[in-house]
C-alpha cells in the first residue's frame, strides 16, 4: 500500500475514524534485536543468544516487547506522511498487550485506526489503536493505544530589505533624535 500524502492539521482532522496500514513489511533481525539491546542494556539471552534461545520456548530469539512498541512512529509514518506541520512528539501510550512473540526474521507492519483528532493548546492531538501483525499470521503480535501530538509549523520569514527612511517614518519612528539631557 502507497503512503498516504496528509496536509497538514485539516488532513489529519479528516484521517479521524478512518484505518491505515503501514507498507512495506519491515523485517525484525537479529541485528535490529541486538541492537535495541545494546541501548537498553537488556541482554536477556531469550533476545541475543540465538544458540541458547534455539533451546528454549520459542525455538529462537524473540525481539523485546519495547523494541515493537519503539517501532510504531516508524510503522505510522511509513502509512501516511503527513506536511505541513512541526515537530510529531510521542505524547504516550494507554493500553498495551503483547499478544505474541516476535520471533527473529519476522517481518512485521501495523494497522492504525484513528480514533480521535482533537486540538489542545500545543497543537493537535492524535490518538490511535494500533494493531502490530506479522506476515503470514492470522494473530495480532501487539496492540496499543498510541497518542502522537503535532505541533504547529513555525512560520516562515521571507528574508525583507531593512526599511527605507521613509519606510522608518511611516512606521512611527522618531523624525529627529532626541537632544541628551547634557547636550546644550
Known sequence: MATKIVQGFAGLRALEGSELLSAPWL?????????FAACTGDRQWI??????????PYGGTIAHGYLVLS??????????????TGATI????????????????????ARFSIASVRAVASGLRV??????????SEEPLCVADAIFLYRAAAPTHRQEA?????????LGAPRRARRSSNAR
Open 71 to 84: 517501532l510504531l512512529p516508524v510503522l505510522w509514518h511509513r502509512s501516511c506522511s503527513i506536511r505541513g
Open 27 to 35: 523485517r525484525i533481525d537479529q541485528r535490529r534485536i541486538d541492537a
Open 127 to 136: 490518538a490511535l489503536h494500533v494493531t502490530v501483525e506479522a506476515f503470514g
Open 90 to 109: 510521542n505524547y504516550g501510550l494507554d493500553r498495551v498487550r503483547f499478544l505474541a512473540p516476535v520471533r527473529c526474521g519476522t517481518r512485521v507492519r
Open 162 to 170: 531593512p526599511p527605507s527612511d521613509g519606510d522608518r517614518r511611516s
Open 47 to 56: 533476545h541475543t543468544d540465538p544458540r541458547r534461545a534455539a533451546k528454549g
